[in-house]
């Protein structure tokens, strides 16, 4: 349905938002790369963005575009 397809590509354009905040400010913390990556949302719904955040970067190392070594996340070429 289009309510689908709208939600798809909602998270498919916020994936890439995480990817180019990851690139622009490597080596980050979740805390860093939540402000950049979540910028146009209200900083008070940052806590629960955070979430959807650790799920984009899990994603994003699966597919080999990042990866983390402690608490800091890097962009992957």
Do not use: M
Request: hydrophobic residues 45%; neutral net charge; proline residues 4%.
């Amino acid at each position: 349905s289009q309510l689908f397809r709208h939600y798809i590509a909602h998270r498919l354009a916020r994936e890439q938002k995480v990817y180019a905040a990851l690139d622009a400010q490597n080596a980050c913390t979740l805390d860093a790369l939540v402000a950049r990556a979540y910028a146009d949302t209200p900083e008070a719904l940052w806590p629960i963005a955070q979430l959807s955040l650790e799920s984009h970067l899990l994603e994003l190392e699966r597919a080999g575009r990042a990866a983390h070594e402690g608490t800091r996340w890097r962009a992957l070429p």
